[in-house]
């Protein structure tokens, strides 16, 4: 057996989600489960949103690789969203330069999300990727840089690794390079959804795609498991509006006891805004309405908090007051 399929293997034995888990898994979600039952977040109160897009090759939807979609997204996005976070692969920045340089005009953020969609940490057992060796991520990360320094955007400082699959090693990495924020936390594990810092408020923070942290029971055929509701478009289109009510009331609960603010980080992918290329049901839900989709979405939110749009490195800077405020106050924060 060779050592990535040793690793594959030792992944599923530790992955939460798994039946071999649930009970590991259950006493884990108890404290959040209890502090989220002790509801203080009401209609009405302030949650900020930062949406955000992976913008990467089409090959999720029919087994080809193929940028088609991307250009489209990009063309759009604009006229629809006010301020966001783009997540673009480091191979399709200078292809696509000349969007990305009006979006950034526009007041969008511009990140980075890998180079070509590899594995930035350990291996997953539902992959078949294989791990970038360190020197092989450092080589992507500077053609990444390369390409937005030639394409004259500004240099990214918000990092989101593809899969939210993303190790020590990178960390440093991008710590090394000058990134502020990581949005790579593995929400789909169950995650808390507030952010962890790495040096301090003034190192790099780390903010995770917003997720409930309390699991649900699921089957895929005749197998049980447990899935934690991430904030991705596939899993709000599964949603009706007063399930999304309770499901962002639980968020913020959560994240006000931990000493945070109320926010929302939604994480869409921009092959999901045009047509299906194929009849996969998985990808069924793949639309250009999803664009209204996300406006109905926001407006909802609206009628009931008082919503702010934000970036994920102008969330950053939110968040890094708070843990200033609670280590004055003597409290533990990562």
């Not at 080809?64 to 966001?84: G, I, K, P």
């Not at 950034?104 to 180079?115: A, W």
């Not at 937005?148 to 991008?174: E, G, K, M, N, Q």
């Not at 005749?222 to 639980?250: A, G, H, I, Q, S």
Request: hydrophobic share 35%; glycine share 6%.
């Amino acid at each position: 057996m060779t050592t990535h399929l040793v690793g594959r293997f030792l992944d599923l034995v530790v992955d939460p989600r798994m039946p071999h888990n649930f009970l590991a898994t259950w006493l884990r979600s108890r404290g959040p489960r209890r502090m989220m039952s002790r509801s203080t977040a009401s209609l009405g109160y302030r949650i900020l949103v930062a949406l955000t897009f992976d913008v990467e090759q089409d090959h999720n939807s029919d087994g080809r690789e193929s940028a088609s979609s991307v250009s489209s997204f990009l063309t759009n996005v604009q006229h629809v969203v006010d301020e966001a976070t783009i997540f673009a692969e480091g191979r399709l920045v200078e292809a696509n330069s000349e969007q990305l340089r009006s979006l950034e005009e526009r007041g969008f953020e511009i990140g980075l999300h890998g180079y070509r969609h590899e594995l930035w940490g350990s291996p997953q057992w539902y992959l078949h990727d294989k791990p970038v060796p360190n020197e092989g991520k450092n080589s992507l990360l500077k053609d990444s840089l390369r390409a937005f320094r030639t394409s004259r955007l500004h240099r990214p400082t918000a990092f989101r690794a593809p899969s939210l699959v993303a190790d020590d090693s990178t960390i440093r990495l991008l710590v090394a390079n000058g990134f502020g924020v990581d949005s790579s936390l593995p929400s789909h594990r169950g995650v808390l959804p507030v952010p962890q810092f790495v040096g301090g408020a003034d190192g790099l923070v780390r903010i995770p795609v917003s997720v409930d942290p309390v699991p649900s029971l699921a089957r895929r055929t005749v197998f049980p498991y447990y899935r934690f509701r991430v904030c991705n478009l596939k899993t709000l289109k599964e949603m009706d509006r007063k399930e999304f009510l309770e499901y962002t009331t639980r968020i913020a609960t959560l994240q006000e006891a931990l000493g945070f603010p109320p926010h929302l980080v939604l994480l869409s992918h921009s092959w999901e805004f045009s047509e299906p290329l194929s009849d996969r049901k998985d990808y069924s839900y793949r639309s250009i309405s999803n664009f209204e989709f996300i406006n109905d979405l926001l407006c909802f939110l609206s009628k009931n908090f008082s919503v702010k749009q934000t970036s994920i490195t102008k969330l950053a800077a939110i968040l890094r007051k708070s843990y200033d405020d609670l280590s004055r106050e003597g409290l533990r924060v990562r």
